[in-house]
């Protein structure tokens, strides 16, 4: 009859309306039946019943942003969405597909000490993205044992289609990769009318192959993205709202005179999109550098949101992802080497750099390097400088600890610069981030919209995975990485928790084009979550945030149990979707 009953649940079925209980009969990988389910001892026999008494189902969650597609070849269990419930993701957002490839750029984002140094990356790059093809491949296949035998879109998701999937991935084409693969190394100024038309070709030869939509990234380190200018991307988009696809951007943070400006970042985005009536979605909307307090984050936020309204009020089919935590970054960063990689693997050890900061000769020539833009992220002078958004979050000086970085040299008459390496001179195992603790009630305001939905802004690996490579410089996934979902939930699901899954499940689903998953309904591919809710924890505000979060007991995905009791059972039910 069926072959898995959840028996009694309180069904959230993620369209936002009442919870109401019932039974749920699967068969294979459909939901087959909602309702009251008499099994005889025969029939419990037949099939595995899951006893979901005072237990509330919801519908797998989707992921609206993520680059699981940088690390699903080595990392394919997707272990940290599956023990938060969520089944499905979105991949290749910020213009950083893994596919298409060309003949002379590896394009990818990998933090791997070991395997940029193995394909010649640029030690004084935080975000090395083009690499000489035969040397990337050379370097993926020593370190990582996996061929580089891919070049289209189709390609890289059937290579997909042949790994042990723990959930589905919806891509999006990388509009940077599309760029690369079509202009080479010569990919950073804008398209000759030739190249356009081969970019659209390729475009659309994704599109056939079932991308669910493009990306974009246009802050300045997000190369070569940036180059497109505005009617080349308007072409891309004509072809890509011909499919019915969705346009998703990381709009850029700063005007070309260096100064925040994010509005005037999503003015772009609906002026590339023109009159395409392409929908679009916003990617992990902040406003960390419109505000330096929290008073002014939540002014911030407002004046987005309302810029916002009025794009919808005007008819622009608009959504946006929001990551439901202000206390977190891109990753887990266990010191503040990440920031000053270059200088910690010249140096050997974070304790040796900070013995070579109380150097007066070293600290001019760290001037003289940044001066010559090799590490923008610490010019002031760049748009691409995150001096002040860095909150030092443990230092051994108390007088430090949860302050900016700026806070603390403006108070030593320093700049931020001098005062970041006064400070790591103290303490080398210090730490700090891209975090603003104080502006999580701004991250409130954009969570509350109708049209936002929660992300991770994440990948697939396990959560101690270093992805640096290097203990000197210990980049882990975000806590978000790992339980953005119960956060969300018990933050957001309080005043109406049936809302709150809908936005983070069937929404995402009807954003993206996602048939038949992020709702729970007869026909329905049957990826499931059975949680209890008076145990539903995350870790991300203590001061181990990378804990397996509590109350997930089952998951299943495309009607096999990936999670049963919050363990893996490493069923590997994933599968690579394609846009129909």
């Not at 959840?6 to 087959?32: E, F």
């Amino acid at each position: 009859m069926f072959d898995i009953v959840i028996k009694n649940g309180l069904i959230c079925d993620g369209t936002g309306g009442s919870i109401y209980l019932a039974d749920i009969g699967i068969t294979g990988d459909v939901i087959t039946y909602i309702g009251e389910i008499s099994l005889t001892d025969d029939d419990s026999k037949d099939c595995k019943v899951i006893d979901a008494a005072g237990k509330t189902v919801t519908p797998g969650f989707i992921d609206p942003h993520t680059h699981v597609d940088q690390s699903i070849l080595t990392a394919p269990a997707m272990e940290p969405y599956l023990k938060q419930g969520v089944t499905t993701v979105v991949t290749g957002n910020c213009g950083y597909g893994i596919a298409p490839q060309g003949e002379e750029v590896f394009y990818c984002s990998d933090l791997d000490q070991e395997f940029l140094n193995l394909a010649g990356a640029d030690p004084f790059a935080l975000l090395s993205l083009l690499f000489d093809r035969e040397k990337a491949a050379a370097a993926y296949q020593k370190r990582y044992g996996v061929r580089l035998d891919w070049r289209s879109f189709d390609a890289f998701n059937r290579k997909c289609d042949e790994l042990p999937l723990g959930g589905n991935l919806a891509p999006l084409i990388g509009y940077s990769a599309v760029r690369t693969a079509v202009m080479g190394r010569d990919c950073m100024r804008q398209a000759a009318e030739g190249e356009v038309a081969s970019l659209e070709s390729v475009t659309r030869d994704c599109m056939e192959a079932g991308a669910f939509g493009i990306s974009t990234g246009r802050d300045p380190m997000y190369i070569p993205g940036p180059f497109a200018a505005d009617d080349e991307m308007n072409r891309m988009l004509q072809v890509v709202a011909r499919y019915g696809g969705i346009f998703a951007s990381h709009t850029f943070n700063c005007n070309g005179q260096g100064q925040p400006d994010r509005l005037s970042g999503y003015g772009e985005m609906v002026r590339q999109a023109g009159d395409t009536g392409i929908k679009m979605n916003i990617s992990h909307v902040h406003v960390m550098n419109m505000a330096r307090d929290g008073a002014e984050a939540v002014k911030a936020a407002k004046e987005t949101m309302d810029y916002f309204d009025g794009l919808v009020a005007s008819g622009i089919d608009l959504s946006y992802d929001v990551i439901p935590s202000a206390s977190c970054s891109d990753y887990t960063l266990t010191s503040c080497g990440y920031y000053l990689r270059p200088l910690v693997l010249m140096a050997g050890t974070r304790k040796k750099l900070g013995e070579l900061f109380r150097q007066k000769a070293f600290r001019q020539r760290v001037r003289q390097i940044v001066k010559e833009g090799k590490m923008p992220i610490l010019d002031e002078s760049s748009d691409t400088c995150w001096l002040g958004e860095l909150f030092i979050s443990k230092h051994r000086n108390p007088a430090y600890a949860g302050q900016y970085l700026h806070h603390c040299a403006e108070k030593r008459n320093l700049s931020a610069l001098d005062g970041l390496m006064a400070v790591f001179a103290e303490d080398p195992d210090m730490t700090a981030d891209l975090a603003a603790p104080d502006f999580q009630q701004s991250v409130d305001l954009l969570c509350s919209s109708e049209i936002a939905m929660p992300c991770s802004d994440g990948s697939s690996y396990s959560k101690d995975t270093n992805l640096s490579g290097n203990a000197e410089i210990g980049v882990y996934p975000n806590s978000m990485n790992i339980s953005y979902i119960p956060r969300y939930l018990n933050r957001y699901g309080k005043k109406d928790f049936a809302k709150a899954v809908s936005q983070a499940s069937g929404f995402v689903a009807r954003r993206f084009g996602i048939e038949k998953r992020g709702v729970i309904k007869e026909g329905s591919f049957a990826d499931l979550v059975v949680m209890d809710r008076t145990l539903l924890r995350s870790f991300d505000e203590e001061e181990n945030p990378l804990q397996d979060p509590e109350g997930i007991l089952y998951v299943l995905v495309n009607g096999q149990i990936a999670v049963e009791n919050n363990v893996l059972t490493k069923k590997a039910a994933g599968r690579v979707l394609r846009k129909k």
